[in-house]
């Protein structure tokens, strides 16, 4: 069996992405992985019903696979039509039935977040309020306390202050997640959108309570309050546009 009749019997057996290698090889393995046949292979693997047409739907399977299989780039966003200085966050936390925490917040403290963290926490805490711009953090001052065994939630509002509109982050949610290991007690609600946007799946707000290590496993002394949208929103740009589209009252 010759070098080239070898290269025939393998290329049917390999995925998309390792046949386009070996086309870059050199020009011999090129004008043999070019064949119709080993393409047509490759899609009758991902798109078994179009390969029982006599032809390809499109100029040759090769450009088929092309089309439709190669990775889809990350789209770039356009400039927010939103920008902080134009909103002011409404915090509200109670225990129980009890308010204990009540402010309303500029968007640009809000961004700016907790640039200097309180004395005593540890260094791997520490490292989270550096080089991240999609996490919102707020300083608590003074820090209040935090018993575990009462029910404790917030609610979160966001003001326009161009048209004067409210939108819901998280309505009355609870914190009932503790984690010790990040000093943050954890608690999140679903964003409500517009009306205008209904296929955008379901995407959370977290809120976080951000505690002392006092080794007390029955009171958080807490010295910070965390948003973030990590399931949507990974920069700036992309939490403005997520609030953009909520559903403004």
């Known amino acids: 069996m010759s070098y080239g009749e070898i290269l025939k ?4 057996l390999l ?38 047409r006599p032809n390809p739907p499109t ?3 090769y450009k088929l696979y092309q089309t439709f299989y190669k990775r889809q780039r990350q789209q770039t966003l356009l400039p927010p039509r939103l920008s ?8 509200d936390i109670w225990i129980e039935d009890k308010l204990i925490f009540s402010e309303v917040v500029p968007g640009p403290v809000l961004q ?11 260094d791997r805490f520490r490292f989270q309020f550096e080089g991240t711009d999609c996490k919102m ?7 209040f306390k935090v018993p575990l065994s009462e029910t404790v939630s917030i609610s979160v509002l966001v003001g326009r202050k161009d048209s004067n509109r409210v939108a819901c ?6 914190f009932d997640y503790i984690d010790r290991t990040s000093y943050r007690a954890m608690a999140f609600d679903y964003l409500g959108f517009s009306p205008a946007h209904p296929f955008v799946p379901g995407i959370r707000a977290w809120i976080s309570l951000l505690f002392m290590d006092d080794r007390n496993d029955s009171v958080i002394d807490v010295f910070g309050i965390e948003m973030d949208f990590c399931d949507a929103a990974k920069s700036r740009d992309e939490v403005l546009w997520l609030l953009d589209i909520l559903d403004w009252k």
């Open 9 to 12: 019997v393998v290329f049917p």
């Open 169 to 174: 982050i998280v309505n009355k949610s609870v």
């Open 112 to 122: 700016t977040g907790i640039k200097t963290p309180p004395p005593g926490i540890c």
């Open 15 to 52: 995925e998309g992405a390792d046949l386009a290698s070996c086309m870059a090889v050199c020009k011999q393995w090129r004008n043999i992985a070019q064949d119709e046949y080993f393409w047509k292979c490759v899609c009758a693997k991902r798109w078994p019903s179009i390969c029982k």
């Open 137 to 143: 953090s707020l300083p608590v001052e003074p820090r």
């Open 59 to 61: 100029v040759t399977y």
């Open 84 to 91: 902080f200085d134009n909103l002011e966050f409404f915090i």
